[in-house]
């Protein structure tokens, strides 16, 4: 078959247009920025951008989001350059979304379907798929309607009436109970993580999540800390399945580290709603590693981003450490700015330094031997859930137990302590 004829088969790369609205509390700055960012997105999806637009309004427009000028602006822009394809900066609503379309006659979509997509193309594990699908689908409920509107271009009344609300309640059902079903999958998968990350806790050995804006380099520190080849790259939300790996350094205290999907700036709710159970990974950690590309020029933004999202997974007051990553691309020193550790998970550079502040924030532990009544069984298992059993034997009224700790616990477990190591000793000091 001749080249051209090959070409000929391939589907077209969708051209699009991107367009934001900005408001009045909104810097232009902050307006590119973004565009910038979501047209790496559009890149990530297979799309590429051939125009650019922003208009400056009081409020968006509640049928359109733009004004009619701007909307008519942009369909000759997409005339002219040939775009089959127009992606709003801002969430849509499914009305503006339809208005914008029929007005511009091609397709249109938003941030959050265009993050959707690329989730739906990075997914690989059953367990992610189900978590896009999941997601895909609350999105798309309210847009049903939409589906359905060229029954009201024939008039309403005779002839019109019954089918088409049929088949929209038909495809609601389907897609609510499909909902159900994966919701009640993705329980048991909450349940299943509740076990490995119970059966981490029984190692003894603290856990570190890292955490970031998507292409911050998580993955590459995780490969080079734990000395594991996961697949890491430079685009966005290349890892979408968490991971764990067990950390074993020279001369430092072991740890388990943790890898968990990329945050971005408007990260679609569905999405945190969907990748909740991935995300519970957060709310065990003992320390929170942030990584910042610290030679993105949004770095703030992106920083900020990530302390929302944190926020709204109710797990910003976990003790937290910065990594400013991607130093061999940058001159001066932002972790003195910022009070982090500047490093290249790519060189090594500045990796024993962060390794040295990863001991310093983890929390201490105490190796004692304890005697618990049997009567107690809350305390019996704090031991094993908080800590690391080294050692046990069952005597007739109670258990004796060998076992590291957290410090923190050590006060509710004074009553039982009958013998502890000189190191832990000393620690408490």
Known sequence: MSEDRRNSTMPR???AVIGAVRLPSQRRWQIEESLEELAGLVEAAGGSVVERVVQERKAPSPALYFGKGKIDEIGQAAHARDANLFVSDD???????????????????????LILDIFAQRARSSEGKLQVELAQLTYLLPRLVGQWRH????GGGIGTRGPGETQLESDRRVIRNRVMKISGEL?????????????RRRMGAPVVALVGYTNAGKTTLLNRLAGVHLTAADRLFVTLDPAARLVEPAGHQAFILTDTVGFIRKLPHELVAAFRATLEELQDADLLLHVVDASHPAIDEHMR???ELLGELQVA????????NKMDRVEGDLGARHGGVPISATTGSGIEELLKAIDGALPATVAVTLRIPHADGTALALCYELGRVLARADEPD??????E???????????????????SAGMLD
């Open 305 to 307: 981003a990530v302390d």
């Open 13 to 15: 790369r969708e051209r």
């Open 405 to 423: 700790l957290p410090a923190r616990l050590r006060g509710r477990l004074a009553p039982y302590i009958v013998g502890e190591s000189a190191a």
């Open 187 to 199: 329980e048991r998968v909450q349940i299943h993580r509740r076990l490995q990350r119970a059966g």
């Open 398 to 403: 109670a258990v004796r137990l060998e076992v």
């Open 91 to 113: 969430r849509l609503s499914p009305s503006q979304e339809r208005n914008i379309s029929e007005a511009l006659g091609i397709k249109v979509v938003d941030r959050t379907a």
């Open 151 to 154: 029954l009201e271009r024939l």
């Open 317 to 324: 007051d976990r003790p937290t450490l910065l990594a400013f």
